[in-house]
Every structure is written in C-alpha cells, then in structure tokens.
C-alpha cells in the first residue's frame, strides 16, 4: 500500500485522538468514586437490612411489653376485688377467709413476679430503641457519604464526557483527512493491537512496541520509497517515518 508521506503523518494525529480517548474511556470506566459508591451501597443494603431486623424487634418487643403490662393489670384488678370482698367483712366463714387470704397472696406473688417480667422486657426494649436509634445515625451517615460519593462521580464523568464529546469532533474531522485504504488499514490493526494501529519510527525505535529495529530492518526500512506504508516487523503497526527517526 501506498501513501503520501503528508497521509502518513496524519496517521499520527489520529492515533493520537485515539489513544486519548481510549485514555479517557478507561478513566471513565475506573474512576475511584465507583468502587467507593459499591462500597457505600453495600453497606448501605447491610445497615438496612439490620435496621429493620431492630425495627421488627422492638415492635415484637413492644407488643409483648403491652402484653406483660395487661397481665398485671388483670392480676392487679383481681386481687383489688378481692381485698375489697376481705375488708367489706362479707365472708364470715373462717375457711372462707383464710381462701381468700391465700388467694390475695397468692396474686401479691403473681403480680411480683408480672411486674419483674415488665421490666425485663422494658429493659430489652429500651436496649432495641437504642440500637434502632444507632443504626439509624449509621444509615443516615453512610447514605449522605454515598450522596458526596455520587456528585463527585457525575462531576467527574460530566468532564470526561464534554472532552470525549470535543475529542471526537476532532478525530472525525482527522479521519477524514486521511484516505480510505490506508484508514481502513489502520482501523484494523487498531483494534488487533489494543488500540494503536500506527506508531512513529523514532530514534530507530518502533514507538508501539517499544522495540529497536536490527540493522537489516532498518535497511528495509531505508530502501523503502517515501509513500510505502511500512509495518514494524514486531508489532506489525504502521510505522510512520519522521524525520527524527533515525534512519
């Protein structure tokens, strides 16, 4: 294949858009807010799922509290009935008394043993609110961590954009100063060789590979007419000749 020299250094320009906008595609694709809003959203799913596991709980527990709290009521209001059958004075019969006394003991113990049940759950209670109180402070920190996180992140995506979006009006205009054969060849070895499909010759270096030319490359390279598209014999890239390259 063939092309001018002019063509050739064109090459050049347009790998250079290229690779900028490869650059910036990676940088979009890697930019640290993303693994920290991953972060951010997997504790984010913890704390809620803690949260209303402690919401659950401290609305069972509140339903038991009620529960406790009915039971010492009843035992409560029975015993009182039953001190007032006691000092009305209307049972007379000593094996009836000593019942009733019993029975009023008997429910002074029940009522004892209620109200220590209240409290313990009151205790348990009281424990949950705190913990749901806890959870609540950590979820709300994590979610205005997250909210930063994800304005930093389109902050930073809005300017890759508006600099690709500026980048590719440049590489169309670049693209379509080069000629069709010669950019159809360098789109091909673009994408077989991540993205540089022509490299500059400098210092006798092929700048894709990296790699120097031996002499008999460097003699092929030489003989080769100015509008010969030459490839490097290593990376098989277009080697555009400059005239720092070394030959």
Same mark, same amino acid.
């Given at each position: 294949?063939?092309?001018?020299?002019?063509?050739?250094?064109?090459?050049?320009?347009?790998?250079?858009?290229?690779?900028?906008?490869?650059?910036?595609?990676?940088?979009?694709?890697?930019?640290?807010?993303?693994?920290?809003?991953?972060?951010?959203?997997?504790?984010?799913?913890?704390?809620?799922? !803690?949260?209303?596991?402690?919401?659950?709980?401290?609305?069972?527990?509140?339903?038991?509290?009620?529960?406790?709290?009915?039971?010492?009521?009843?035992?409560?209001?029975?015993?009182?009935?039953?001190?007032?059958?006691?000092?009305?004075?209307?049972?007379?019969?000593?094996?009836?008394?000593?019942?009733?006394?019993?029975?009023?003991?008997?429910?002074?113990?029940?009522?004892?043993? !209620?109200?220590?049940?209240?409290?313990?759950?009151?205790?348990?209670?009281?424990?949950?609110?705190?913990?749901?109180?806890?959870?609540?402070?950590?979820?709300?920190?994590?979610?205005?961590?997250?909210?930063?996180?994800?304005?930093?992140?389109?902050?930073?995506?809005?300017?890759?954009?508006?600099?690709?979006?500026?980048?590719?009006?440049?590489?169309?205009?670049?693209?379509?100063?080069?000629?069709?054969?010669?950019?159809?060849?360098?789109?091909?070895?673009?994408?077989?060789?991540?993205?540089?499909?022509?490299?500059?010759?400098?210092?006798?270096?092929?700048?894709?590979?990296?790699?120097?030319?031996?002499?008999?490359?460097?003699?092929?390279?030489?003989?080769?007419?100015?509008?010969?598209?030459?490839?490097?014999?290593?990376?098989?890239?277009?080697?555009?000749?400059?005239?720092?390259?070394?030959?």
């Amino acid at each position: 294949m063939n092309a001018s020299p002019a063509d050739q250094i064109r090459l050049l320009d347009l790998q250079a858009l290229d690779s900028r906008l490869g650059q910036l595609e990676h940088k979009r694709n890697t930019l640290p807010e993303h693994a920290e809003i991953e972060s951010l959203g997997s504790d984010l799913t913890q704390l809620r799922d !803690l949260l209303v596991a402690a919401q659950t709980e401290e609305s069972d527990t509140a339903r038991e509290q009620v529960k406790a709290e009915q039971d010492v009521d009843q035992v409560r209001q029975r015993a009182a009935r039953d001190q007032k059958r006691l000092d009305s004075g209307v049972v007379n019969s000593p094996k009836d008394l000593e019942n009733l006394q019993r029975e009023i003991a008997s429910l002074a113990k029940r009522q004892g043993d !209620l109200e220590d049940v209240v409290l313990e759950v009151m205790e348990r209670r009281e424990s949950v609110q705190e913990r749901v109180a806890e959870l609540t402070r950590r979820l709300e920190s994590v979610q205005a961590k997250a909210a930063e996180a994800e304005g930093r992140r389109a902050a930073a995506l809005e300017g890759i954009d508006a600099e690709r979006g500026t980048l590719a009006k440049e590489r169309e205009v670049a693209a379509g100063s080069v000629p069709a054969d010669l950019l159809k060849l360098y789109e091909k070895l673009r994408d077989q060789h991540g993205g540089v499909g022509a490299a500059r010759l400098y210092q006798k270096r092929c700048e894709g590979c990296r790699l120097e030319l031996n002499i008999t490359e460097l003699n092929e390279v030489r003989a080769a007419a100015p509008d010969a598209v030459v490839r490097c014999e290593n990376c098989r890239r277009i080697l555009v000749r400059t005239p720092d390259s070394g030959i």
